[in-house]
């Protein structure tokens, strides 16, 4: 039997794309959003008969100008889809079976020269092909972009490809876009069969405000899932999780603690650009569908969930998630008015804005500049200590040499000179860094022959063959 969590009893799929007299509501009296009057405890309601009207235009993310900017205390920043999971039906093309099994057997080796190797270039991506599969799945082919499972061809039960798109891919191109560069590689190793399934999405907004996020007890939240968790890193709040490990989980977390950690700051010029300052903290809530709470919203294609964002967040904003001010002399949760903050929370607009774009999508997964500069200079500098030595150039200088020695000394054992172990090396890197392809003369032949075959299959599936 599932539990709370498991089973938030969804909308009908027709009752998801009608209009929401709630979220009109909204926008006819102004000021604050009168939402409130629209339910409360969302366990008595069995649909989300009164859903906002979905965008049937509305981009992945895009900032926007809109009038919940100008209440009090709240600022919105951005929104839009921040983890996309897809699955294409299709067969691994023969060719591309042998060949990845080729390439998972290369990672696998004990010699680092061999493991290097295991990369495929399709297209502009330059894809780590991993040692193992994962799950069921065969193949494991990974950049900063997509990370993509691959089913062997003679597998009918599975799906031909299930891939992860990355959100710093959903932040520099619309999920329009993200899918159509998805669908090419797909194309490209295999036969497709129909269009992609969306497994699993999230929807976000990142936000200022002047509510401290842990001002209000466990109680506020009137929700269907049965679990609720409060955190705190090293006795600093940092958010909320609600119904996670069912089919729809909500975050409200603090973004910037996140990237902090992550040291991935291309969002910050975007929050800049509407107004977010250096040492402000940016707030995101997060929810989360998965399939089987898309399937029962009506929701299964990239299309559908373009055409869905209003409905798919006034459902998790309304009727299955609200934040409010309990009244202790009020048992019935449904009549406990909103927090102003979720008021301006359910009022966020998913439709048209203007997109401001990342200004290089990286598909290389680059080390930090503090892993290069900070942890990196670790051995020189604790070489230059150990020989009690000051000047940067000498330290450097006597460093090389005394490392060209070392590995002279262990040649015979390991067969490898300075520069060929610097080599390995630096191969080894660029194979987990997606950023140069390691090849020999006769692979390099081969991959142009592949590229002119992809050019070809492109050119089919342009053309509509």
Known sequence: MRNKD??????????LKQGSAA????RICGGQPQTARCGGNTEDRESLGTGAPPSNTAPANYITDTTTQDKPGFQLLRCGVDSLYLSYRGELASGWDQRLEGLKRAAQSTEEGERSNAQVRIGE????????GKGRFAYVLVDNCFH??????????LPLAYVQVSSEMLTALSVTEAEERLRYIINTLGQVKGEAQISRADLFADFLSTVAMDSWAQASW???AAKIWIHYEK???????????GVMGCRLYNKTLELEKSKKDCLKPL???????????????????KRDALKELGVSSVDQLLASLQGLWAYATVSWLRLTIPNPDDENQSRWPNHPLWDSL???????????????LRKERLPSDESLFVNGLGGLTSFMAAHGMTDLGEGFGEFLAHANRFHSNRERTTGKTFIGYVSDKVKAKARKYNTLKNESSDTRREDEERKREQARNYKKVKDGD
């Open 125 to 132: 991506h330059l894809f780590e092909v991993r040692d193992k």
């Open 23 to 26: 979220a009109s509501e909204t």
């Open 148 to 157: 993509i499972q691959l089913s062997t061809g003679n597998t009918s039960s």
């Open 235 to 245: 006795r600093q709040f940092t958010g909320w999780s609600i119904g996670l490990g």
């Open 222 to 224: 009137i929700t269907r």
């Open 346 to 360: 359910v009022a966020v607009p998913w439709a048209d804005g203007v997109s401001l774009p990342l200004s290089r």
């Open 6 to 15: 498991d089973q938030p009893r969804f909308a009908t799929p027709d009752n």
């Open 271 to 289: 929050w800049s650009a509407m107004g977010w300052q250096e040492g402000q903290s940016v707030w995101r809530l997060e929810f989360e569908f």
